[in-house]
């Protein structure tokens, strides 16, 4: 699977984003979408991810903010964010796994990454 990042860019607080990640290769209805994030000095953390099936999970810092879809016609996963905060500020990674998972060493393909900058 090749994964292919967009949408990021610069918002201002409160404000919102919505990142786009398209899929290509193998089957994308087979796969586990996820998204991570990784800010300058920090290390990867996971955000969300939407299974198979459409179950949904979030990390805590964005519950209630952000919001995580998929079209498999279209081999495209999808994160509106909302309410955007200075914190949110990042390099934005989609990434494909196998394994229901929130663990980045278990995802298997991974999109270029898309930058979030929200100013205050």
């Known amino acids: 699977v090749q994964l292919q990042a967009s949408g990021g860019g610069l918002a201002q607080a409160g404000g919102s984003l919505r990142l786009s990640c398209a899929a290509s290769?193998?089957?994308?209805?087979?796969?586990?979408m996820g998204w991570f994030r990784q800010a300058p000095g920090k290390e990867r953390e996971f955000v969300a991810f939407?299974?198979?099936?459409?179950?949904?999970y979030f990390a805590d810092s964005v519950k209630g903010r952000f919001a995580i879809s998929r079209d498999n016609a279209k081999n495209t996963a999808y994160l509106q964010m909302n309410s955007l905060k200075p914190e949110d500020t990042a390099i934005y990674y989609c990434a494909a796994s196998s394994r229901d998972t929130r663990m980045a060493r278990d995802y298997d393909y991974w999109g270029q990454g898309t930058q979030v900058t929200v100013s205050s």
């Open positions: 290769g193998r089957i994308f209805s087979r796969y586990l």
């Open positions: 939407i299974s198979r099936t459409g179950s949904t």
